[in-house]
Nanobody, 125 residues
Framework: VQLQASGGGLVQQGGSLRLSCTASELTLDEYSIGWFRQAPGGERAGLSC????????TYSDSVKGRFTISRDNAKNTIYLEMNNLEPEDTAVYFC???????????????????WGQGTLVTVSS
């Protein structure tokens, strides 16, 4: 089972992108969903998470106020709206699903059950 992340691309500093995460073999409304990113040579960093049951959200300090996570259960899709992008946001972005449904310790990759293949976001200065 694999999630599919899409929506990455090349954008100028200050621009916006919306990433999508979906799955053909999972009903994502049963899972909490996290977004991560990994820059070249860096570790996978947790950015945001949305719960399955009350849609509460959590953000890392690096993206709080600029990124918004949301979900459309009818479309089995989770989104990450990214605004005011900076060159430091350049990375491969991943979505991941967690069966527990909550977002405690959302930044720990090992707590997630399924992952997507990643989508590349490049922000030019």
């Amino acid at each position: 089972v694999q999630l599919q992340a899409s929506g990455g691309g090349l954008v100028q500093q200050g621009g916006s992108l919306r990433l999508s995460c979906t799955a053909s073999e999972l009903t994502l409304d049963e899972y909490s969903i996290g977004w991560f990113r990994q820059a070249p040579g860096g570790e996978r960093a947790g950015l945001s998470c949305i719960t399955s049951y009350d849609l509460s959200t959590t953000y890392s300090d690096s993206v709080k106020g600029r990124f918004t996570i949301s979900r459309d259960n009818a479309k089995n899709t989770i989104y990450l709206e990214m605004n005011n992008l900076e060159p430091e946001d350049t990375a491969v972005y991943f979505c991941a699903a967690r069966f527990t449904g909550h977002c405690a310790n959302y930044e720990l990759p090992r707590l997630y059950d399924y992952w997507g293949q990643g989508t590349l976001v490049t922000v030019s200065s």
